[in-house]
């Protein structure tokens, strides 16, 4: 069974300018951090021309579909009848993308196959997230 999820969607960039710009981006569920998702955007799609990704709660990604929520440097939100903002806050400014509500269903979905909601905690690897936290301990 595979571990990685990933799904390709079209973003629209929200802008100042009045025409909103699509741009391709990737979210992707690894079942060994369970409780995360990651958007990523290739190059082109960057201020600085390299790709860009975030992680988030995947919790966060779900609840954001059907009402805000996020206070931090993600926030997600709905958008009329089909569309989802998630926001993207850093030092640099705000990113805003508008996403196909359908879209990110179709991917969390997928992700409660892979690991049901609630049973997060028997896809951890604790030994091992123990092992790295300690490994420059000594």
Not at 3 to 29: C, F, G
Not at 41 to 63: I, K, Q
Not at 83 to 107: C, I, K, Q
Request: proline content about 8%; glycine content about 6%.
């Amino acid at each position: 069974m595979p571990t990685v999820i990933e799904h390709a969607v079209q973003a629209r960039l929200v802008a100042s300018a009045p025409q909103m710009e699509s741009v391709p981006a990737t979210l992707r569920y690894d079942r060994r951090d369970p409780f995360a998702v990651q958007m990523a955007f290739p190059p082109p799609a960057t201020l600085e021309g390299n790709e860009v990704s975030w992680a988030f709660s995947r919790e966060l990604l779900a609840a954001g579909i059907d009402a805000p929520t996020g206070v931090g440097d993600v926030r997600v939100r709905p958008y009329g009848f089909d569309r989802t903002v998630v926001e993207f806050h850093a030092p640099e400014g705000v990113a805003m993308v508008h996403v196909r509500t359908s879209e990110l269903r179709r991917f969390l979905r997928r992700v409660n196959l892979m690991v049901p909601v609630g049973h997060e905690h028997r896809y951890l690897d604790l030994d091992h997230n123990l092992a790295e936290l300690l490994r420059d301990a000594c």
